[in-house]
């Protein structure tokens, strides 16, 4: 009889801990994606001859490097707490991609099947979330984010609000919403602090859907300007971006457009960071990211962009073709750089922006994937006679 009591006991415990394990999980996970790449930027122009290669081991092609937590508690009532922590990583040298602790994301919220998901912290744009997971195919400088504003991974909102809806059959939509300055004053006026910076507002939205061969999707995004960093627009950085796509199962289309007005917003320039801004720094005096379109000079930009892309099966892999052409008015102001003698704007001629990209991917499992790729690359920066060209190879686990 006691071993009877025994043995249900243990039973019960063990059926309890069951249960308690299916109510709340932690999960490990990542990414591992590195080969090897070369690529070049060019421009010649204006008395400039510059080449800046770089060619060795490239990380994060088809995919950034990184590893996270990811957790999930049932509330009861179909309602979850959920949250995500994830870093990026540099494989080459097992180094953080930021000096933050978890860069890619970090946030926690509520869950439900039934109203939706509301998160907060640092989580990616509707941007990101509508438009660039739906239909990018392009990697590194062909990814959709070396032409279009507001889409890609870089766009990542600090001090965020987040609702997405539930998914309706395919459709789903969501708004998320940051303001993460703090603006200090004394008796209505500005107290001069190392704390005190003008507030920035960023407000995203977006809708896909996604139900048997055919997606579609839209985002638009708005972003005060900051005078205290630097940015002395009156008008604010917007971008909107509208996508489709249809799988006819021997190949699938995706085609894409967004405009950009007063600047880009988290625009990846060449998407090669190591080469593309050693050219563009040297010859204009910005940084890799475009911030000089956000100075005053260019307070009437405009950027028309265009995406198309082809993948298809192709001997047990995946082959991909992108190209993405982006057009601005700069030709009415000029690239320009200060003569540091003399003061006066150098002007450089402008261009518009087209890259061209092939891709394979292919499985050696459902988790391991090796990879090829190759860009060309004119226009790039806007500026005429700047050209760039990428080739590589490379390995991606997911764990």
């Known amino acids: ?28 996970y990542g990414i591992l994606d590195t080969g090897y790449g070369y ?53 080459g040298d097992g180094t953080s991609t930021s000096t933050k602790q978890f860069h890619r994301q970090a946030w926690v919220g509520l869950a439900s099947d039934d109203w939706g998901t509301f ?32 889409v890609g991974y ?18 789903q939509a969501g708004v998320a919403y940051a303001n993460g300055k703090t603006d200090i004053t004394r008796d209505g006026n500005d107290v001069d602090s190392a704390f005190n910076t003008d507030r920035t507002n960023w407000v995203s939205a977006g809708f896909k859907y996604a ?14 300007p900051n005078d205290k960093n630097g ?12 996508g489709a796509s249809y799988d006819f199962e021997v190949v699938k289309l995706a085609l894409a457009f967004g405009q950009d007005r007063h600047g880009k917003m988290g625009f990846a320039g060449a998407g090669m960071a ?48 992108a190209w993405t052409h982006s057009k601005s008015n700069l030709d009415d102001y000029g690239n320009w750089k200060v003569d540091s003698s003399t003061g006066a704007n150098i002007a450089f001629p402008e261009k518009a922006q087209d890259i061209y990209q092939v891709n394979y991917q292919y499985p050696l499992s ?17 500026l005429d006679n700047a050209k760039a060209k990428e080739v590589g190879i490379g390995l991606n686990h997911k764990f």
């Open 1 to 28: 009889m006691k071993k009877t009591l025994l043995a249900a006991a243990l039973l019960a415990g063990f059926a309890t801990a069951g249960v308690a394990q299916a109510e709340t999980s932690v999960t490990l």
């Open 39 to 91: 690529n070049q930027v060019k421009f010649n122009d204006h008395g400039y001859d510059l080449k800046s290669t770089n060619s060795g081991m490239q990380g994060g092609i088809f995919n950034g490097s990184r590893f996270g937590l990811r957790g999930s508690e049932d509330l009861g009532n179909g309602t979850r707490a959920i949250f995500t922590l994830e870093q990026g990583i540099n494989l």
């Open 119 to 150: 998160t907060m912290g640092r989580q990616y744009n509707m941007g990101a979330v509508m438009i660039y997971d739906q239909f990018n195919v392009g990697h590194t400088m062909g990814d959709m984010d070396s032409a279009f504003g507001a």
């Open 154 to 171: 870089a766009n990542r909102m600090d001090n965020s609000f987040r609702y997405v809806t539930p998914n309706f059959s395919g459709f």
């Open 211 to 224: 139900n048997g061969p055919i997606a579609f999707g839209a985002s638009y995004d708005r972003q005060t």
């Open 231 to 242: 940015h002395n627009l009156n008008d604010a950085l917007t971008s909107w971006n509208i």
């Open 274 to 321: 190591n080469t593309g801004s050693t050219v563009y720094s040297t010859v204009l005096g910005k940084g890799s990211n475009y911030s000089g379109l956000e100075n005053a000079n260019y307070e009437g930009f405009k950027s028309n962009n265009y995406y198309v892309a082809l993948s298809a099966p192709l001997a047990g892999g995946t082959a991909g073709l």
């Open 366 to 382: 459902k988790r391991t994937s090796v990879y090829a790729y190759g860009s060309y690359g004119t226009g790039m920066y806007y």
